[in-house]
């Protein structure tokens, strides 16, 4: 399956302030737990933003990467919405 890409990167869970993006979360990330993948995390724009795009633009791609490294969190499947 694609998701064994994934064994040997980090990996950070990027989804949107939105419904869809909170359904992502849980569904990406609880697919990785069952496929065996402990140790990843995850992260969405700060308040005020819509989605990454729209921080992107507003505050840069140096801004932006440090705020993903700053506020990225362990996924459990319990802490997946904040």
């Known amino acids: 399956p694609q998701v064994e890409i994934l064994k040997g990167?980090?990996?950070v869970i990027c989804v949107?302030?939105?419904n869809?993006?909170?359904d992502a979360l849980g569904k990406i990330g609880?697919?990785?737990l069952s496929k065996g993948f402990k140790d990843f995390t995850f992260v969405?724009?700060?308040k005020g933003f819509k989605d990454w795009n729209?921080?992107?633009?507003k505050v840069g791609p140096k801004v932006l990467k440090q705020y993903i490294l700053d506020n990225e969190k362990p996924y459990d499947g319990l802490t997946s919405c904040y």
């Open 20 to 22: 869809p993006g909170k």
């Open 16 to 18: 949107d302030n939105d």
């Open 54 to 57: 729209a921080m992107l633009q």
């Open 30 to 32: 609880d697919k990785l």
């Open 9 to 11: 990167f980090k990996i």
């Open 44 to 46: 969405r724009p700060a």
